[in-house]
Every structure is written in C-alpha cells, then in structure tokens.
C-alpha cells in the first residue's frame, strides 16, 4: 500500500542533542512537507520541498533543518537551538501539481519528548 | 493573508445527535476549503474539500460541509453522529494559485461523542 512512513513513532532526547526525523513516502508525490503540532495551537508548517534539492522555511523553521536528496525523503533535524522541541511532529505529501488545491497525505506522526 | 477560525474547541454531544463545527476564514482571494479529520495519536486524514462548482460538499461518512462566500463559513456538519466520529477536526484554506506552503489550518475542534 502507498503511504508515508515516519520514524520513529516515539523519541526522547536530552536538551543539547541534535536529532533527525525520518519521512519516507511511496506515493511518487514531488512535494512533502513537515508541520508541528502542539495541543490547541493547530498544525504551523516548519518547511516545504516542492522538488529534489529545493526546499523552503514555512513559519516557525527557526532551530530546524531539512534536506531532499531523493524524491522520496524529506529527513528533519531538531537541532539544539529550538528552544521548545516537545511536540507532535507530521509529515505530509501532495502531488504538488494544482496550486493551492493540493490534498495533503500524512503520515503517523512522531511524538518528540525533551527530558 | 488567509487566516481561519474554528470557534469551537470542543464540542460534547451524545451519539445520535446532530453536530456542527464551524470554520470562517478570511481572505482578500479566491480559496479552496478542507475540512480535515484526525483521530487520536495518528496524522490528519481529507474528510471534504471545496474547489469550485457545488457549495455543498459531502464525504463518505455522512459529513457535509457548505461554501458560504458571503459569510466567509465552511462548517461541518452530520445529522446523526456516532461514537467512531471522535476525533480532532481542522479546516484548512488555501489560496488560488498560491504555493505548495499556502496551506492554513485552523487551531482545530475536538468532537467527543458520548453514548
């Protein structure tokens, strides 16, 4: 079945640790993108890929990296400079071909906890 | 800049019972509208969209959302809900032509349906 896969669903890190979320897709989808969740705040993009080795910050990408070396992931780095890094972590995918009125897939979610 | 609201952060109903969640969202544009679904510790699943044509829209499982330009609404509805419907529900807007990244979420509503 096509879908999106992130690992790992559950991640503990002490402060000052760098670490990287995995996002692998089999949909064949050019754009992939990542979101943050926290309780009551909705989902805030962090940043977007529309295309291999292209990507842009979304609105909180302050203390994240990415990367898009192949179509089919979009890794994400919680570095040590994002102050406030617990929180519920999506990844989501779209064809990327109608503008605005792309359907976004997404995956399970990884839930990051700072001890 | 769009922007959209969910007025309701909860919403408690008993099984059986009709329920509405609504979403108004503002906009100098032209938009699409989606209503999207999440149940618990898993991502966000399409319920409904609108791109264009019928203001009313319908999913799968009962669920009809209406366009309404003049009021700036989107709401969620269903006549008769069922104890599977609790989850999380967000509505999202986009513009026309806008980027991959132009996708807006609401803060969401929590529909919890007792028996």
């Known amino acids: 079945d096509g879908g999106i896969t992130q690992s790992p669903k559950y991640l503990f890190r002490k402060e000052g640790q760098n670490v990287t979320l995995s996002c692998e897709q089999n949909?064949?989808?050019?754009?992939m993108y990542w979101y943050r969740q926290d309780p009551g705040q909705g989902l805030r993009l962090i940043y977007y890929s529309q295309i291999v080795n292209d990507f842009q910050k979304g609105d909180i990408a302050e203390g994240y990296s990415v990367s898009r070396e192949k179509k089919e992931s979009f890794p994400l780095t919680v570095t040590s400079a994002q102050k406030n890094p617990t929180a519920f972590y999506l990844c989501?995918?779209?064809?990327?071909?109608?503008?605005?009125?792309?359907?976004?897939?997404f995956g399970a979610g990884s839930r990051l906890t700072v001890l | 800049a769009q922007s959209v609201t969910q007025l309701d952060s909860q919403v408690p109903v008993f099984e059986e019972a009709p329920v509405e969640l609504r979403c108004n969202y503002s906009?100098?544009?032209?938009?699409?509208l989606f209503w999207y679904v999440q149940y618990p510790n898993q991502g966000l699943q399409l319920l409904l969209k609108?791109?264009?044509?019928?203001?009313l829209v319908e999913s799968i499982n009962g669920f009809e959302a209406e366009f309404n330009k003049s009021q700036t609404s989107f709401h969620l509805r269903k006549p008769s809900v069922h104890i599977s419907d609790t989850a999380e529900y967000f509505c999202a807007v986009s513009r026309y032509g806008g980027s991959q990244g132009n996708l807006i979420f609401g803060k969401g509503t929590k529909l919890s349906v007792k028996p």
């Open positions: 906009s100098s544009v032209s938009v699409y």
């Open positions: 609108y791109l264009s044509g019928s203001t």
């Open positions: 989501a995918s779209s064809t990327g071909r109608s503008s605005g009125a792309n359907v976004l897939t």
């Open positions: 949909l064949n989808h050019d754009a």
